[in-house]
Antibody, heavy 122, light 107 residues
Framework: EVQLVESGGGLVQPGRSLRLSCAASGFTFDDYAMHWVRQAPGKGLEWVSGISWNSGSIGYADSVKGRFTISRDNAKNSLYLQMNSLRAEDTALYYC???????????????WGQGTLVTVSS | EIVLTQSPGTLSLSPGERATLSCRAS???????LAWYQQKPGQAPRLLIYGASSRATGIPDRFSGSGSGTDFTLTISRLEPEDFAVYYC????????FGQGTKVEIK
């Protein structure tokens, strides 16, 4: 059974940093691209960042480019999101999501974690 | 960036009725790279449809997707009680973007 478990969320002041983690199990982690998708309270979904199976290809939404860094550790079956210079508009539930296509990556998200809440407020 | 507009915002229907949800793109979506997700309150989204019309693993056949270019449709042939939820479309052909969602509520 595929499981994605996020952690690291919390309350943080504007301008500060936070690092999110996602522990994956139930599939061959290093065969798939992985993504972060966020959802502001009461709002829709926004793709934040994605990383290919071998970290060779990385992408970011314009809204976080230059502030967020995605990474992965295939030996630990883990995905990370380093978030710097946080803003109030980054407040959201952050989901870790698995790509559906083996190796190539498709940006179709077939499994999701339950999310970790990030609140940016003074 | 391709903007996806979903309509209606809310659909009020009874169990057993047919639901038709629309997703319109501001530009043509290449190769029908369009997906649909279902989200229930307090839960993560669930993939229903990809490639505009292919059902994801384990999705009942009452869910079907159609369309191409700029107009796409998700149809639920007969609503079951567990189908009342918010539905999002997503295009993944040019960058990535989601629609704002359609809520299917019990009438």
């Amino acid at each position: 059974e595929v499981q994605l478990v996020e952690s690291g969320g919390g309350l943080v002041q504007p301008g500060r940093s936070l690092r999110l983690s996602c522990a994956a199990s139930g599939f061959t982690f290093d065969d798939y691209a992985m993504h972060w998708v966020r959802q502001a309270p009461g709002k829709g979904l926004e793709w934040v960042s994605g990383i290919s199976w071998n970290s060779g290809s990385i992408g970011y939404a314009d809204s976080v480019k230059g502030r967020f860094t995605i990474s992965r550790d295939n030996a630990k079956n883990s995905l990370y999101l380093q978030m710097n210079s946080l803003r109030a508009e980054d407040t959201a539930l952050y989901y870790c999501a698995k790509d559906s296509d083996i190796l190539t990556g498709s940006f179709v998200f077939d499994y999701w974690g339950q999310g970790t809440l990030v609140t940016v407020s003074s | 960036e391709i903007v996806l507009t979903q309509s209606p915002g809310t659909l009020s229907l009874s169990p057993g009725e047919r639901a038709t949800l629309s997703c319109r793109a501001s530009q043509s979506v290449s190769s029908s790279y369009l997906a649909w997700y279902q989200q229930k309150p307090g839960q993560a989204p669930r993939l229903l449809i990809y490639g505009a019309s292919s059902r994801a693993t384990g999705i009942p056949d009452r869910f079907s997707g159609s369309g191409s270019g700029t107009d796409f449709t998700l149809t639920i042939s007969r609503l079951e009680p567990e189908d009342f939820a918010v539905y999002y479309c997503q295009q993944y052909g040019s960058s990535r973007s989601f629609g704002q969602g359609t809520k299917v509520e019990i009438k």
